[in-house]
Nanobody
Framework: QVQLVESGGGLVQAGGSLRLSCAAS????????MGWFRQAPGKEREFVAA???????DYADSVKGRFTISRDNAKNTMILQMNNLKPEDTAVYHC???????????????WGQGTQVTVSS
């Protein structure tokens, strides 16, 4: 069982930056694939970025070059640095943890409660 808590959401203007954090309760954080998803009102949840084992990262095309995912295994923390934010980035952002299949199939086992990101134009 993994408990995940996101933080760092807020309101920013287009072009601004925001840093999201995800704190995990597990003692085996380094063994998990970690990811970020987002869901806007009335829309389906979509993949944003993933952090695998050994520093591998993956990004949705819509955020590539603007967002950076990272993790600090010693602190059981995952970070999503979001730069050059656009109104289209407005959504509830959820962090997630999974096993190796999460990396290849985007199937995650555990989910956080989400944090709201609002980008104004």
């Amino acid at each position: 069982q993994v408990q995940l808590v996101e933080s760092g959401g807020g309101l920013v203007q287009a072009g601004g930056s925001l840093r999201l954090s995800c704190a995990a309760s597990t003692r085996t954080f380094s063994t998990y694939v970690m990811g970020w998803f987002r869901q806007a009102p009335g829309k389906e949840r979509e993949f944003v970025a993933a952090s695998g084992i050994s520093g591998k990262t993956d990004y949705a095309d819509s955020v590539k070059g603007r967002f950076t995912i990272s993790r600090d295994n010693a602190k059981n923390t995952m970070i999503l640095q979001m730069n050059n934010l656009k109104p289209e980035d407005t959504a509830v952002y959820h962090c997630a943890a999974g096993y190796v299949d999460a990396w290849y199939r985007k199937e995650y086992r555990y989910w956080g409660q989400g944090t709201q990101v609002t980008v104004s134009s």
